[in-house]
């Protein structure tokens, strides 16, 4: 005989069976690439993340360790939605430890180790994302100045090539098999302000995410990397900048950018406290919600 009320009794429950079951079902590791596209500028010559077309003068040297948070700087989403969700990552904090060298008056060359200290999220359909920090895809990074108003003319102007070394830890979603990012970048200096910009090209593996959110438009690949900053000159111990910065995917994908704050303070002669930070925009898959950055740098002698 057919019993209506047992067979919903059992079906009633099943359902905490059934929901752990999808929710301990097969997952897999994502597809490989570097999570953390920002790059902190080593000379830090008016921005700390967009360059002005400035190079560190002969024999300058700049050391900055610094502490970097991100909110969810990796989570699917069709249409920018601010404020708390959750991801595939939703908290990651790295430290970064960036060196930069003045070698020729028109020359200077950088490097940038990061490290992922740690970093968590909630799994997404089949896929988990990374649960342990290591080491991250550490950069060298060269400029030439091709114009400058130290020498007569009418704005800075200079080239740069970063490079990506394929080192990372796989298991922290911190790895690149290659990575380029040739940039033009552009400057002028006022009386108390300075005005920056660049544009290069982030030249990478293309890996497709759309098995993960189910969405052809969630894809890892190459981009136009575009940055804007104006600073304060006025001061001798503090200055302030604003900074924006944008990708424009070149292999499918979506647009993010994130509009940057920061505070300098000269706290020695030769060394400088900073604080950044500022909220992303866009329904980029891997543009973080909110970017906070602490550090300290301390240099041969003063840098702005």
Known sequence: MFRPASVLAAALLSLPFSAHALESGPKQPLPMFDLQRLRLDPSALGSLVVGTGRTLAPGQLRVALNYHYEQLPMHFQTRWEPGAGTGLVENKMTAHLTVGVGV????DVGGELP???????????????????????PWLTARAALLRQTKGAPFNLAVGLTAGLPV???????????AWQPRLQLGYVGEGFQLGGEAGVFLRKRQDLGPVSYDPHDIAGNELRLGATVTSLHGETTRGEVSVIT???????RWGAELLIAIRRHALSRMDLYVMG????GAGFDTPTFRFVAGVSIATSKVD
């Open 168 to 178: 990372g830890s796989r298991e922290a979603q911190a790895h690149e098999d290659y």
């Open 115 to 137: 490290f992922v200290l740690t970093q968590g999220g909630k799994p997404t359909l089949e896929y988990f994302g990374p649960k342990t920090g290591g080491l991250a895809t």
């Open 104 to 107: 020729l008056s028109w020359l």
């Open 278 to 281: 500022g909220p992303g925009v």
């Open 247 to 253: 990708g424009v995917p070149l292999d499918g994908g």
